[in-house]
């Protein structure tokens, strides 16, 4: 049975970090892309980043980029997501998410591309 479980959200001041971290079961993620989701009460879910199968390729929202890093540690069947110099845009329900697809070679940025996701962790940014 494929399981993702988030951890590491939390309340943090602005300009702090935190890392998230997703634990997959039921697979490894040494086949898959994976991704990270954020939600907020006013919007719709928004893509945050991703990872490709291999590590070799990353993406991220130009709202997040040079702060957020995404990698993967395929030994312990992780992905985590560190995010730096943290504003109050960031606040939201985190996700990850795995895509349907084995092997993609670009992390893909459509909700509808990812077939698990996690129930996510919430991370709030005080300013």
């Known amino acids: 049975q494929v399981q993702l479980v988030e951890s590491g959200g939390g309340l943090v001041q602005a300009g702090g970090s935190l890392p998230l971290t997703c634990a997959a079961s039921?697979?490894?993620?040494?086949?898959?892309?994976m991704a990270w989701f954020r939600r907020t009460p006013d919007e719709d879910r928004e893509y945050v980043g991703g990872i490709n199968w291999s590590g070799g390729a990353t993406d991220y929202v130009d709202s997040v980029k040079g702060r957020f890093t995404i990698s993967r540690d395929n030994a312990k069947n992780t992905v985590t997501l560190q995010m730096n110099s943290l504003n109050a845009a960031d606040t939201g329900i985190y996700s990850c998410a795995r895509d349907h697809q084995v092997r993609r070679g670009w992390p893909a940025s459509a909700p509808a591309s990812y077939a698990f996701w996690g129930p996510g962790t919430e991370v709030t940014v005080s300013s």
């Open positions: 039921g697979f490894s993620i040494n086949l898959y892309g």
